[in-house]
């Protein structure tokens, strides 16, 4: 059912400048699926946009393998180049479109022409275009700007705008990169929307490149997580947010440094001072809530007392996704078996201090 | 009135309208050269200042020797003093134009004196058109003539009309020059007729009359740089 529509092999980008290389992108393999919404995510010069890039050959990685939508682009894993032949990959362009954290729009053509600028080589004839160009202004609610210059628009106008632009040719691939970050919340959470709306009606695939995990929660089906060229991490978005297995991951994700805060607030406010069989844990849960009864029962069964600090919960893909700042008081041999006890209830343990997982 | 004029600027009067040092002739002359080598000279600069940019690392057919090729030549030019060009390039005028003096002959160093000097302003302006917007046309699956036509020389339109309008109030300048090789205009009036003759009155109105050109022409250009100009109102 599921199909790739985006393969990227051992993509490796090295830039080479007058007395220094940098590897922007290191050996990354990563596989979207059609129809997905797939974020990336990593602080600024991960490799982000350069790995993206790939994607439509607006960057020739130095090795590695990318085939889109079926059709190879690049090849090079013996030292030998093949890329997909210019007039080609000029007309696979069309079928992928980008945004970009600056719009990017002509600036001295009207939000109309900007449109038909990209159906400039459709088969379309004139008129068609005409009216098509508008058609996307309606579907981004911006048709009565049609003759508005970009400089007379907001930033989300002017994104709405690109998106139109984007979406000229009928792509089957959108890439956002950073196309929200310079972008109100407001703003941000319409133009968002927008991209999930897409993605529901036109079945379009979204590549959303960004730092700002907010977006990311708000649209993603699955997520990368990227640092230093590598992708360290992958996953759907509910594993990577309640079962990260990275520091760098969790501290995107915000249960890091939700946590560290939690416990740095409390212990500055003096109200937890751990003792030597007290320990602070965040229990992360899925779906259903954490009932009274689990406590009692750790109460009962291991004689381990759990003080409930703070909580919160969030609404992922659908699903609530909750965490609690526990801190369970007990004998280490009873805290372990509780410990041991609350993952048999699926629900995911982490332990505050050390922000290391417990394996079981 | 007449009378006053002819009182106060006795030698202007005696150029008179027409014939050989008449003001007719000596207008004629400074647009006729101006317009011709701008014509000509900006070709030849858009080409290079727009192959500079195209072949420049950065740009989109990045070619080092192509680049260097004009990059030399535009260099090699500007390095020249202008009076100094027009003896240097005289043997190539006779075989363009088939003399070496005159208002067509001079045409050729104008041309090639104010080429260099646009290319490079030309090169700033183009430059200064954001790579963002280049690779959102990439991206869309522009073409070459695409990128250069509607992307370039569209967006930097207001930025180009500004170095047009500098360049051809310089290129008035050494239409002045041009006297040297018998080129006429007002140029020449002022030092040839004016000057040379001690009729500080004919010196004066020529004078007058290149600052009217000039200032019509950076009227115009900024009308135009500001009119054609959307990107931050
Ligand atoms: N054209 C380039 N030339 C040289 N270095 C580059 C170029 N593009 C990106 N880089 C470098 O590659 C690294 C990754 O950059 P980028 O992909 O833009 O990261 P991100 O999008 O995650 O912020 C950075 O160190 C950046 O400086
Ligand atoms: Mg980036």
């Given at each position: 059912m599921t199909e790739k529509i985006i393969e990227l092999d051992n993509i490796s980008v090295t830039f080479k400048q007058k007395n220094q290389t940098i590897e922007a992108v290191k050996n990354v393999s990563l596989d979207i699926n059609r129809g997905d919404i797939y974020g990336i995510v990593g602080y600024s010069g991960a490799g982000k946009s350069t790995l993206v890039r790939v994607i439509n050959l607006l960057q020739k990685p130095t090795s590695g393998k990318a085939k889109i939508n079926g059709d190879l682009f690049y090849e090079n894993t013996d030292g030998h180049e093949k890329v997909i032949e210019t007039n080609k990959l000029r007309k696979k362009r069309r079928k992928i479109g980008m945004i970009f954290q600056h719009f990017n729009?002509?600036?001295?053509?009207t939000v109309v022409q900007n449109v038909e600028f990209a159906l400039k080589h459709s088969s379309l004839k004139e008129k068609e275009i005409a009216s098509k160009a508008l058609d996307l202004l309606k579907l981004v609610g911006l048709e009565d700007r049609a003759n508005a210059y970009p400089s007379q628009l907001s930033g989300g106008q002017q994104q709405r705008v690109a998106i139109a632009r984007a979406l000229a040719n009928d792509p089957e691939i959108l890439i956002s990169d950073e196309g929200t970050s310079a972008l109100d919340p407001k703003n941000t959470i319409q133009i968002l929307d927008l991209l999930k709306r897409l993605n529901n009606e036109l079945g379009l695939t979204v590549v959303l490149i960004t730092h700002e995990m907010e977006a990311v929660k708000r649209i993603a089906d699955r997520v990368a997580v990227m640092e230093n060229g590598e992708i360290i991490e992958t996953g759907n978005l509910l594993d990577i947010f309640t079962n990260a297995k990275h520091k760098l991951t969790r501290e995107f994700v915000g249960t890091e440094s939700a946590s560290s805060k939690a416990l740095a607030t409390l212990k500055a406010a003096k109200l937890v001072q751990l003792d030597d069989d007290q320990e602070c844990i965040q229990l992360t849960y899925i779906g259903s809530s954490v009932s009274e009864s689990l406590i009692v029962k750790l109460y009962k069964d291991f004689d381990v007392i759990a003080n409930i600090i703070y909580g919160n919960i969030e609404i992922l893909q659908g699903t609530p996704v909750g965490a609690l700042f526990v801190i369970v008081k007990g004998s280490v041999e009873n805290r372990k078996k509780a410990i041991k006890f609350l993952k048999e209830q699926d629900i995911i343990v982490t332990k505050v201090e050390e922000g290391e997982v417990f394996n079981g | 009135m007449a009378e006053l004029f002819a009182k106060y600027f006795p030698n202007v009067v005696y150029q008179?309208?027409?014939?050989?040092?008449g003001w007719l002739p000596a207008i004629g002359q400074t647009l006729y050269m101006t317009f011709w080598s701008a014509i000509f000279g900006g070709i030849l600069g858009l080409v290079f200042g727009i192959g500079l940019v195209l072949t420049d690392s950065d740009g989109i057919l990045p070619n080092r020797g192509t680049f260097s090729f004009f990059d030399k030549v535009v260099s090699f030019f500007r390095a020249i003093p202008f009076i100094i060009l027009l003896a240097f390039i005289a043997p190539v005028t006779q075989k363009i134009v088939g003399t070496q003096i005159g208002t067509t002959a001079a045409l050729v160093p104008l041309s090639l004196g104010v080429f260099p000097f646009y290319a490079r302003q030309v090169q700033v302006a183009l430059a200064s058109v954001d790579h963002g917007i280049i690779e959102a046309a990439q991206s869309l699956g522009a073409t070459f003539s695409d990128i250069v036509f509607d992307v370039y020389l569209r967006e930097a339109r207001s930025e180009l009309i500004r170095v047009t309008t500098v360049t051809l109030i310089s290129l008035i300048g050494l239409t002045a020059m041009a006297g040297a090789i018998g080129a006429g205009g007002l140029g020449n009036m002022a030092i040839a007729y004016g000057y040379n003759r001690f009729a500080n009155d004919t010196t004066f109105v020529a004078t007058l009359l290149v600052l009217i050109f000039v200032l019509l022409v950076q009227l115009i250009g900024d009308f135009l740089a500001r009119v054609l100009n959307h990107k931050n109102i």
């Open positions: 729009l002509l600036n001295e053509q | 008179g309208w027409n014939g050989d040092g």
